[in-house]
């Protein structure tokens, strides 16, 4: 008799073993973030088994294609009608394929390449021991000064990982803002902030000052990180979910079925109030908004400047992405409760960001607070709750990435005896000795001001323009006062450069080989033509800024 019973016992716990659904994931239409991580584990690979000397050559190559590809891969999807018409949730409810996804998608995507080209800049600083140097220490698990960095520069290593490393954070930031519930946001952001937490930390001039920077961007981004998860958990209790679309419509009303182990919490404003503000917290943390933004200044001037760059571009598209779905999927039906707080981080986040900028005398600081500035510019456009507020930002994103990528190439070129001259006083008369370079620099600094016939004006144009639709015009007053102010630090370093008198012991401008070249390049000429000629980018954007549920 025991018997028949451990056979009945065994044949219906066997019953529904059939029963699994095998995951269906549409590979296609996550092809940009599959090639860029693909590549990534290649990179790693590189590192293994190539020799020394082949690595760089490789891994520039490798990075390059890659990022060619996915963005190829983007254009593909988006000529398919995935922006539009065929927009969809893919990977079992993980991944959101529609237009703002794949805009910003093809946004970081362009601005990484024109990034990769400043990471693979060798010809900055004079040679050592016969070979070509670039801006990351030749072997960063060694201490700084010590006797084994010394051997390492001797015999020519370079830190060749930088490469693996940016296309992983890559990755992250292609998924972040196409995350479409709350588990994917947060692997997302673990993705591409781990491997930046590193970069920042291997520069190889003030190497101390590039380690401090990365510590204090890895505590406070564990912070922020925590905030993000312990907000999610608040609003898994509150919903009974993590998918986007569910949780959206508990805080709509419209479920009706209550899962019963969740009947105590499920509904509970409270956790539904604290949850979503943590969750902001997490992400107006990587955004730079005040009050979270107190990592911004010291790390962009600590990290290797190539870095500063790629992380004050891509991580804020991503960032800022990932921001909007969350405030128009998630959590239209609360947007009386987050839009007045909104106004609060969007009004001192562009008065504080303009204002402490006027004191700075470090042209990466006074940067990184210009970056502060334009978070509260963009925030503002975030605030339009409107299609238009929607497609402003992603225009904004476009254009502002572009500038503070070339902006931080040409600071790259200005260089004395202890590497990069970053502190103001020695870019006095700068345009007498030479030219191009400051009337370049003058080109960025000008956008970032919002000048007519540059991509500032365009982009603060259009985000004013949405906010004073969306019943934000008191915010578009603040906002122009801010750019006021903002304009006075941006025209007093082009004075400093164009009339000062230049010093006699002032820092030399490197010649960069073709790659900084390229990167300043395509950020002039995409300030231009999208200050002069903007309306394709703009019906772009517009035709981009509906988010699909």
Not at 248 to 254: E, I, K, L, N
Not at 271 to 286: P, S, V
Not at 305 to 311: A, E, L, N, S
Not at 313 to 332: I, M, N, Q, S, W
């Amino acid at each position: 008799m025991s018997t028949t019973v451990v056979h009945s016992l065994w044949t219906t716990a066997a019953e529904p073993i059939d029963k699994i659904p095998a995951p269906s994931v549409e590979y296609a239409q996550l092809a940009p973030a599959l090639i860029v991580v693909g590549a990534a584990v290649v990179g790693v690979l590189v590192e293994a088994f190539v020799p020394r000397k082949a690595r760089y050559h490789v891994q520039v190559f490798l990075t390059v294609l890659a990022l060619i590809a996915a963005f190829a891969a983007v254009v593909g999807l988006a000529a398919g009608g995935y922006g539009t018409t065929k927009a969809h949730i893919a990977a079992m409810g993980a991944i959101a394929v529609d237009g703002p996804a794949l805009f910003l998608q093809g946004t970081i995507l362009l601005a990484s390449l024109v990034a990769v080209f400043t990471f693979a800049e060798r010809r900055l600083d004079p040679e050592a021991h016969g070979n070509r140097i670039d801006s990351f220490a030749a072997q960063a698990a060694s201490v700084p000064g010590s006797d084994s960095e010394k051997a390492a520069v001797k015999a020519g290593f370079t830190t060749t990982e930088v490469f693996p490393l940016a296309l992983f954070a890559i990755t992250g930031m292609l998924v972040f803002p196409a995350a479409n519930d709350l588990l994917t946001l947060f692997v997302a952001l673990e993705v591409f902030s781990l491997p930046l937490y590193l970069l920042c930390a291997v520069a190889r001039r003030k190497r101390l000052m590039s380690q401090e920077a990365a510590v204090k961007y890895f505590l406070l981004g564990a912070f922020s990180s925590a905030f993000l998860l312990f907000g999610i958990a608040l609003l898994y209790g509150y919903a009974g979910s993590v998918s986007y679309a569910k949780i959206a419509d508990v805080v709509d009303g419209s479920v009706r079925t209550i899962d019963p182990a969740l009947a105590d919490t499920m509904g509970n404003d409270a956790l539904l109030l604290i949850g979503g503000a943590m969750i902001l917290a997490g992400l107006l943390f990587k955004v730079g908004a005040v009050p979270f933004h107190m990592w911004t200044p010291d790390v962009y001037q600590g990290a290797p400047t190539p870095v500063t760059g790629f992380m004050a571009a891509a991580t804020k598209v991503a960032a800022f992405g990932a921001l909007l779905r969350l405030l128009y999927v998630v959590l239209p039906g609360l947007s009386w409760d987050w839009r007045p707080v909104m106004w609060a981080i969007a009004i001192i986040t562009m008065l504080g960001g303009a204002i402490v900028a006027i004191t700075q005398t470090d042209i990466k600081r006074l940067l990184a607070y210009s970056s502060i500035a334009h978070a509260g510019f963009i925030l503002a456009g975030v605030i339009a709750t409107t299609p238009d507020g929607v497609s402003s930002v992603l225009f904004y994103l476009g254009a502002y990435s572009f500038v503070t990528i070339g902006a931080f190439a040409v600071v790259t070129l200005v260089r004395d005896a202890g590497g990069e001259a970053t502190h103001l006083s020695k870019w006095a008369g700068l345009g007498r000795r030479s030219p191009l370079v400051a009337a370049v620099f003058a080109v960025f600094l000008l956008a970032f001001a919002g000048i007519p016939l540059t991509s500032g004006f365009t982009g603060k144009f259009a985000v004013f323009k949405a906010a004073a639709e969306g019943g934000a015009g008191v915010l578009v007053v603040i906002g122009v006062i801010s750019s006021a102010i903002a304009a006075f630090f941006y025209i007093r370093v082009i004075v400093l450069m164009f009339f000062s008198e230049p010093k006699a012991d002032g820092p030399t401008v490197a010649v960069p080989s073709p790659l900084t070249m390229t990167t300043i390049g395509v950020g002039v000429a995409v300030t231009l033509v999208l200050g002069v000629a903007p309306q394709y980018f703009l019906d772009l954007a517009s035709q981009a800024s509906v988010f699909v549920r």
